[in-house]
Nanobody, 129 residues
């Protein structure tokens, strides 16, 4: 069974940047569709970005498009989320997720948390104004 571990969260000032990493173990990482979600207290998990198995296709939530970049390095079994021009509304726990089985990669198929089988424990990102 795959395991995921996020790192790279922390405190940033408004307009600043952070880079999150998601290290995977277990089954072949290159077979995983990878996603990033975020969650704040009392709210549902929110889709942030997703990347196809090869890394050739990516989708983003409208709220982060142009500011965040998702990527992956299949040789290192790691996915990344580069976050720039951060604002206080980006404050949340960020979680990476993996789907090891379903190869579908459309905008509608990647933005639901229910699709993903594996989750990391999350990393806190706090952005001050």
């Amino acid at each position: 069974q795959g395991q995921l571990a996020e790192s790279g969260g922390g405190l940033a000032q408004g307009g600043g940047s952070l880079r999150l990493s998601c290290a995977a173990s277990g089954r072949t990482f290159s077979s995983y569709v990878m996603g990033w979600f975020r969650q704040t207290p009392g709210k549902e998990r929110e889709f942030v970005a997703a990347i196809s198995r090869s890394g050739s296709t990516k989708y983003y939530a409208d709220s982060v498009k142009g500011r965040f970049t998702i990527s992956r390095d299949n040789a290192k079994n790691t996915a990344y989320l580069e976050m720039t021009n951060l604002n206080p509304e980006d404050t949340a726990v960020y979680l990476c997720a993996a789907d090891p089985d379903d190869p579908r990669f459309t905008r509608m198929s990647v933005n639901s948390p229910a699709r993903y089988d594996y989750w990391g424990q999350g990393t806190q990102v706090t952005v001050s104004s």
